[in-house]
């Protein structure tokens, strides 16, 4: 029976090795013609000591893209992982966030003001002179409860052009949102001048190929899906979700093809061009996680799991049937 992380022979050898014959992860373009790996290592939830040791074995097995955030608190230790990584720079593609307007640390009344301090502030815990992406966390406080950007589009707007001058002082090489939906969007489109690049969200197997409209929404504005949370982590409950991690359907897919149910997971995404977040402190784990592109699901397998129902929404500041009648490509 196929476990959760597939015991194999990986095991037994020495960290530096696990990847060996593991192709690298492909690339996705982004609007400015840049190349972002289509999987990167995560840090949520870490602490320091977890950072610099998850990252350590992340670069050891072939990982190039890191994902962090300010408000993760622990960008000073993916700094110094950075750092003794050996790995140059620009071999290494670096994504931070800043929270929305009105959370952790940002003023809803001075929101642009504080972005670009907050800005300033992750190259510094950093310790680098450009990210590669940076995007905003959330929507302006309130949307958790409103579902829309209608109300604070000014906010909106506000705190866009704080990532745009970032962006145009070549600090970051990409710019781009999280959890922003259809009327986020529509705000933006009427005062911004360089759009959003990546919209990264809750998107995990179980959920369909257009969750909320958000492919629609992608293919109208011209940014990439980044899926966080690619295990259907639930917000009640700590860990992934045990249907993902256990069930028939992803249990069945595993058996079929000898890998971990957790690549099946992550497989369905990049298969249909979702680039995706993992996230783990074992490199071997972190091996299999890199391991997606040797290997396909079969047209009748994809069909499967497009049809199959898992509960999840990708984000938790839209209203989805509200913003559907704005998704017209």
Known sequence: MATVRHISAALLVLHGSIAAGIPPAPTTTLRNGLEMPMIAAGTWQYNASEVESSLQNAFSVGFRMIDTAHDY???????????????????????TKVPGCGIQGISMFKCYEDTKNMLDDNLKLLNVSY???????????????SRTCGLVCHEVQDQWRALEEFYKAGKAKA?????????????????ASVMPMVNQVAYHLGMGTNPGGMKTLADKYGFVLQAYSPLGNLPWKKGANPELLKGNFTTGLAQAHN????????????????????KSGNPVHLAEDLDLWSWNLTDAEMKAADEYHLFGMPSFACNFEEDSLDLVV
């Open 73 to 95: 608190n622990n960008e000073e230790a993916v700094g110094r992982a950075l750092a003794t990584s050996g790995r140059a720079r620009s071999d290494l593609f670096l994504e």
């Open 131 to 145: 990210v590669d992406l940076v995007i905003i966390h959330f929507p302006p406080l309130g949307t958790m409860i």
């Open 175 to 191: 710019i781009g949102v999280s959890n922003y939906c259809t009327s986020c969007f529509r705000c933006l489109e009427s005062t």
């Open 259 to 278: 890998k971990s149910t957790i690549q099946v997971a992550l497989k369905w995404l990049v298969q249909h061009g979702i680039a995706t977040i993992t």
